[in-house]
């Protein structure tokens, strides 16, 4: 089954914490993103990818990371979380941003 | 200026009525349109994307493109309450970027 997927799928943690969520797709595609979504905000881009080792700062890239070692996979890292990135979080892949893309079920974030 | 604008909503419309969504977008460049709906504590699924000026129909759905105006449109026909959901306006800006609106949601009641 083509799919995206994530985990965690919940996680609640302290200030500071270093933590990645990872995501990984099955459909070859090359172009991976990362969207955060807030109520009245809608979704707004972190970083996205358009092959192995090519990753570039979306809207709000402040307080993530990125990496692309595969294809496949597109992690997450917060390296020092805070409150303001509680948040739901949304993985999606795609052929290019120009094609439909596909998201993963996402992750709810809660940083106290 | 927001890259993407969608009508703030929410929107609440009768059984069979026509639901219409609207969105502006910023970058007169842009090429490619998409419409993805987003049921409550789910991820956004696509169910239109338009690449050129006019309409496109798929089913109940009929999005509208307008370059020169900037705007896109999406309209649902004989609303039924399993298209009460969030719809995301989304816009692809340049060759690497998608940008989405904040979403309008709609209820059809029945």
């Known amino acids: 089954e083509a799919q995206v997927t994530q985990n965690p799928r919940y996680l609640i943690t302290v200030t500071g914490k270093k933590l990645t969520v990872t995501c990984s797709q099955n459909?070859?595609?090359?172009?991976m993103s990362w969207y955060r979504q807030d109520p009245g905000l809608g979704l707004r881009q972190i970083y996205y990818s358009m092959n192995v080792e090519v990753t570039d700062k979306g809207d709000v890239p402040e307080g993530y990371k990125v990496s692309r070692k595969e294809k496949r996979n597109f992690p997450l890292i917060l390296e020092s979380p805070s409150p303001n990135q509680t948040s739901l979080y949304f993985c999606a892949s795609g052929t290019t941003p120009s094609y439909e893309q596909y998201f993963g079920p996402g992750t709810r974030l809660t940083v106290t | 200026q927001k890259e993407v604008e969608q009508n703030s909503g929410p929107l609440s419309v009768p059984e069979g009525a026509i639901a219409s969504l609207n969105c502006t977008y910023s970058?007169?460049?842009?090429?490619?349109f998409f419409w993805y709906r987003q049921y409550s504590g789910k991820s956004p699924e696509l169910i239109m994307f338009?690449?050129?000026?006019g309409d496109k129909e798929d089913g109940r759905f009929t999005a509208q493109l307008n370059k020169a105006s900037q705007y896109v449109s999406l309209l649902i026909r004989d609303s039924q309450p399993s298209d009460s959901a969030t719809y995301l306006c989304a816009v692809n800006m340049d060759d690497y970027k998608l940008s989405f609106g904040a979403g309008t949601t709609v209820t059809v009641r029945a």
């Open positions: 338009i690449y050129s000026n």
């Open positions: 459909m070859n595609h090359e172009y």
């Open positions: 970058d007169r460049g842009s090429q490619s």
